[in-house]
């Protein structure tokens, strides 16, 4: 189990790395699970419960929540050096 130190870190991570919440969905997704499921919304479901994927489940509201923190830190970075 990770702490949550380790555990924000990996949400930073996966925050950085993709632009919307649903990119990272589709990361999880394979063109296997498209085959079988035929139906991409039902595909990022099941990823997003934790029953597909890398194993790191990421809920929409704490990939939001820390998109938005890292955007206010960098706007208050670029205004501290103006």
């Known amino acids: 189990m990770l702490d949550h130190e380790e555990g924000v870190s990996v949400v930073d991570n996966i925050v950085t790395q993709f632009t919307t919440y649903e990119d990272f969905l589709d990361s999880q997704i394979t063109t296997l699970d498209l085959y079988y499921l035929e139906d991409e ?6 990823v997003e419960l934790g029953y597909r994927g890398s194993g790191e489940v990421v809920k929409r509201e ?3 929540a820390r998109k938005a923190a890292i955007e206010i830190a960098r706007l208050a970075e670029r205004t501290q050096k103006k």
Do not use: K, S, V
Not at 41 to 46: G, I, S
């Open 41 to 46: 919304d039902l595909a990022r479901q099941l």
């Open 62 to 64: 704490d990939f939001e």
